[in-house]
């Protein structure tokens, strides 16, 4: 059940470690070995009382504080000891005489050790009238002892008892898991509240073994008013490295996380308790309470998820967060899921490089590249099943936003996205993958329409949405979802012969697939309407405009006549299978 090669190395180090800080190498190793098996509280009283005896001007209370935390120490030595050398977590009933001895005579005894040994005689002074306490409290009004060399001796033959009581400890701390196993097949009371926070070491590695041997939810409510779930472990760093951060798990926070499901109420109701870490991994475990229960109580958990978003672990967390869109979703409520993926798909700050201002970046998730793209893909097709339209608002002011945060000035004035360098086609096909953030958005948006059309959404409402917008992405994709049945032939007769469709070229892919696809259901009127488009030819201002610009003259008339052919030809290719027999010719 335990690591002694790692309990050694660890020692080692830390023996290390003091000993090139000028510390008192013994004295570091007792501390580790107190943290490592009874609990970091002793250890930290333990390194504290040594501090002030190796202070050469000691306060003038130092030998009160000092005996105080002996006091402290050695109650906890006896706590953990005596349930291991009994086998039982619980305290026994005791009468009469002084129970400190009691204590520390059963112990010596289950260890083995006679009463004449020479550290059970030191124990057994501090025992009734030679205890600390004299020494811990205030005399009256009296001045606190020196720290003379009556006290230091009293301080070494303490740090004796310590050394020789952890190291017994060590050897024996197999019986600590069979206290435990006694404590986890029993129900929890105020009796057993008590063992396990006064008997049992809180150290990591029995605390890890009980909570996570603990099956039971009916723990919950005692734990969480014994205040259990108050102190999480704070993020720590990783030797010299200031940047890195280690995220230690909760042995609390699992068992909460894997039980939350039996008692959902009480299972919120103390990760609500949990006050605001930045370590990642308890956060990890308040997001799988939340995927646990009903969503109902999901809901109440959003604020504190939300919270944590845009801290580092919130791209760490990404992908079990998203979970909740779906999870709150299946549960029934959508429109908290709509509210909690637009929060999700934030984009930070923009910045911009001094050598290039106005170079266009794309946007930053703030959940990272890689958790944005798995709601995108995994989460938001389960959120357009359930609300269509609400899912395809959400995602065309997410492209908005994208598309602004990287724009010039001059480009939001225009209204130009150069969206075909970006995103070739709406489409799905080989060019359906591009590394960048409006580009999956993009993709994300095509889909969603789609499911919201399969799921009866008016196709007439989706495109209204989309024209709210006055990029040309958004109007390729209306040009897209017009390839579907569910717009009217009608309709996709005036986006075919629309001029400033016609005029915008790139408009022109998704313009030509959507004539390739719905020319034929169109009326005989309605074709040739379009061939009457095509007929006129394209609006040549812009390639005279260009001819000027590259080659400073204007563009002659057997240059005029080979682009509109061109076009025409363009134009024609996507009909070809359709076209009446006298253009079918010319074609």
Known sequence: ????????????????????????????????????????????????ACRLMADPEPFPAASHLVAHALREIESAIRDVLEPIVLSSAVEPSRSGGDGHRQVVLSILSGLNVAEDHPVALKWLGFTGSGSLAGQAHRNNLDGAPRVDT??????????????WAVERLEANYGRVFDAIDELLAGQPGPAALSALRQRIPQAFVPQSYFFEHLDSSDW?????????????????????????????????SRYLARVAARDPQAA??????????GNAAVNLNVVQVALAVPGELSVLLLPRVVAHIDSPSGAWMARHIGNLVSHLVAEGHTDEARDFARVLLRFSEPSRTDEAPWFPREPVP????????????????????AAGIPTVEVLCELLDQAIRSTAAPE????????????????????????????????????DALATAVSVGADAIDLVAVLRRYSWSI?????????????????????LLID????????????????????????????????????????????????????????????ERRSVVEEWQRDELTFIADHLPTDWRVRY
Do not use: C, K
């Open 1 to 48: 059940r335990l690591y002694p090669t790692e309990a050694v190395i660890a020692r080692l180090i830390l023996v290390r470690v003091l000993d090139a800080a000028g510390n008192n190498p013994r004295q570091g190793a007792i501390s580790l070995l107190l943290s490592r098996y009874v609990g970091q509280g002793p250890a930290d009283f333990f390194a504290s």
């Open 499 to 558: 001029s400033d469709a016609i005029s915008d070229r790139s408009l022109d892919f998704e313009r030509r697939r959507l004539a390739h696809d719905r020319f034929r259901s169109l009326t005989g009127p309605q074709q040739q309407d379009y061939l009457g488009v095509i007929e006129q030819g394209p609006d040549l201002e812009p390639y005279e405009a260009w001819s000027i610009a590259r080659q400073g003259r204007q563009m002659l008339a057997d």
């Open 220 to 252: 919950i409510r005692p734990l969480l008013e014994a205040g259990y779930f108050s102190h999480p472990p704070d993020p720590q760093s990783s030797g010299t490295d200031s940047h890195f951060l280690q995220m230690p798990h909760w042995p609390v």
């Open 268 to 277: 919120v109701d103390a990760a609500l308790s949990i006050p605001a870490t």
């Open 366 to 385: 703030v959940i990272g590249d890689a958790g944005f793209r798995s709601i995108l893909e995994t989460e938001l097709p389960r959120l357009a099943s």
């Open 150 to 163: 009556e006290f230091r001796q009293v301080f070494e033959d303490m740090t004796m008892i310590l050394e």
């Open 474 to 494: 958004f109007r390729r994709l209306v040009l897209h979802l017009a390839r579907s049945e569910a717009i009217a032939d009608e309709y996709v007769s005036q």
């Open 411 to 446: 480009m939001i004035i225009a209204g130009a996205d150069h969206s075909t360098s970006w995103r070739r086609a709406i489409e799905r096909g080989d060019h359906d993958f591009n590394p960048g953030t409006r580009d999956a958005i993009a993709s994300a948006i095509r």
